[in-house]
Antibody, heavy 122, light 110 residues
Framework: EVQLVESGGGLVTPGGSLRLSCAAS????????MSWVRQAPGKGLEWVGR??????????DSAVPVKDRFTISRDDSENMLFLQMNSLKTEDTAVYYC?????????????WGQGALVTVSS | QSVLTQPPSASGTPGQRVTISCSGS????????VHWYQQLPGTAPKLLIC???QRPSGVPDRLSGSKSGTSASLAISGLRSEDEADYYC???????????FGGGTKLTVL
């Protein structure tokens, strides 16, 4: 059974930092393009960014609202994905989903984690 | 304001057929695949339709997807109460260099 389990969410003050982790099991992480997608309370889905496989160059694409503040990284040996979030703003408050794609450039997301809530508030 | 445009709501009675539209541009739908996700209340999204019209294993054939030009549609026939959920379309956007989602459509089974 495929499982993606996020951790590291919580309450942080504006301007602070937080690091989310995603532990993968039941799939071979090194073969997946991994993404983060967020959902603000009561709102729709918003793509945060993705990291390609090392085989495909390991390139990272990030959404404009988080570029230069958020960094995606992966540790394939540990089957882990990370999201380092700096200079957090109140508008970053959301459930953050870890997601795995095996379709390459077709960009569909095959598997989703259960999500981790990040609350940015003073 | 989402890059892809979906109606905020849709509804139907059990057994009916409903369609949900998704409108984009040449930067996204017009030149890339469209995917559809279902999100049941309080749960993570689930892939329903990929690459315009492909159903992943386990998705019933009463769900279907189509694409024409810069628009796409999700059709659900034989509507059931368990279909009540939020539905999102998504596509890669060549100009933004990222995945773009529709704003979501809340489907109510009356």
């Amino acid at each position: 059974e495929v499982q993606l389990v996020e951790s590291g969410g919580g309450l942080v003050t504006p301007g602070g930092s937080l690091r989310l982790s995603c532990a993968a099991s039941g799939l071979i992480l090194r073969n997946a393009w991994m993404s983060w997608v967020r959902q603000a309370p009561g709102k729709g889905l918003e793509w945060v960014g993705r990291i390609k496989t090392k085989t495909d160059g390991g390139a990272i694409d990030s959404a404009v609202p988080v570029k230069d503040r958020f960094t995606i990284s992966r540790d394939d040996s540990e089957n882990m994905l990370f999201l380092q979030m700096n200079s957090l703003k109140t508008e970053d408050t959301a459930v953050y989903y870890c997601a795995a794609s095996y379709g390459g450039i077709s960009a569909e997301i095959d598997y989703w984690g259960q999500g981790a809530l990040v609350t940015v508030s003073s | 304001q989402s890059v892809l445009t979906q109606p905020p709501s849709a509804s139907g009675t059990p057994g009916q057929r409903v369609t949900i539209s998704c409108s984009g541009s040449s930067s996204n739908i017009g030149n890339n695949f469209v995917h559809w996700y279902q999100q049941l209340p309080g749960t993570a999204p689930k892939l329903l339709i990929c690459r315009n019209d492909q159903r992943p294993s386990g998705v019933p054939d009463r769900l279907s997807g189509s694409k024409s030009g810069t628009s796409a549609s999700l059709a659900i026939s034989g509507l059931r109460s368990e279909d009540e959920a939020d539905y999102y379309c998504a596509s890669w956007d060549n100009s933004l260099r990222g995945v773009v989602f529709g704003g979501g459509t809340k489907l109510t089974v009356l």
